[in-house]
């Protein structure tokens, strides 16, 4: 079966933009969950969605948000980059919450 | 100071030789531990998980956690070029739909 999509897989922005990531999570997959890492803090989960609701979410600023559509795909949104945004940007699919997280390949970000 | 403490490495090992990753942890309600592992450019696929205390085995790897010392371990037994990669330790709590993950440790296996 196919795996954890995202796209695109890099993307290069400058300061002070907005980006919007896509994950298709696996198919039958309710949960998706998004987490940022970076080689200072690691992995820091940022928000989980399942059902087009978002059931947690992490410590971020509000300049990170995400939403979830009926087909189970969902996008998440960093407005007014900033350098520190810099990260791999990681999805997780998962039909039994995080016991059975299937990760994406992630969203490599740059902001220049 | 971090919910959940990894060296970072890199740990440089000869082919065969048996490998030792930890994890140090300071919240007593995660319940759940598990093991992935992330090539270079890739996302962390998951190797192995235990519920609460004890010891669990699965071919070259065996995952041990230790919970009165808040302390986890993964054993890499006969180890092979194949295995170099980050290895992640995550944990969570009953409540669990987030996981909190160790900073990882760099593996490299050298033929």
């Known amino acids: 079966k196919a795996g954890v999509t995202q796209t695109p897989r890099y993307l290069i922005k400058t300061r002070g933009q907005q980006v919007t990531l896509s994950c298709s999570p696996i198919s039958g997959h309710r949960s998706v969950s998004w987490y940022q890492q970076t080689p200072g803090q690691g992995l820091q989960f940022l928000f989980e969605?399942?059902?087009?609701?978002?059931?947690n979410k992490g410590n971020f600023p509000g300049r990170f948000s995400g939403r979830q559509f009926s087909n189970s795909r969902s996008e998440m949104n960093v407005s007014t980059l900033e350098l520190g945004d810099s990260a791999l940007y990681l999805c997780?699919?998962?039909?039994?919450?995080?016991?059975?997280?299937?990760f994406g390949s992630g969203t490599r970000l740059t902001v220049v | 100071q971090k919910e959940v403490e990894q060296d970072p490495g890199p740990l440089s090992v000869p082919e065969g030789a048996i490998v030792s990753l930890n994890c140090t942890y300071s919240?007593?309600?995660?319940?759940?531990f598990m093991w992935y592992r992330q090539y270079s450019r890739k996302g962390p696929e998951l190797l192995m998980y235990t519920y609460s205390s004890g010891n669990k085995e699965d071919g070259r790897f065996t995952a041990q956690v230790d919970k009165s010392s808040k302390y986890i371990s993964l054993f890499i037994r006969d180890s092979q070029p194949s295995d170099s990669a980050t290895y992640l330790c995550a944990m969570f709590d009953n409540a669990g739909n987030m996981l909190t993950f160790g900073g990882g440790t760099r593996l490299m296996v050298k033929p």
């Open positions: 919240n007593s309600a995660f319940q759940y």
């Open positions: 997780a699919s998962s039909s039994q919450g995080a016991m059975g997280y299937t």
């Open positions: 969605y399942f059902s087009e609701t978002q059931r």
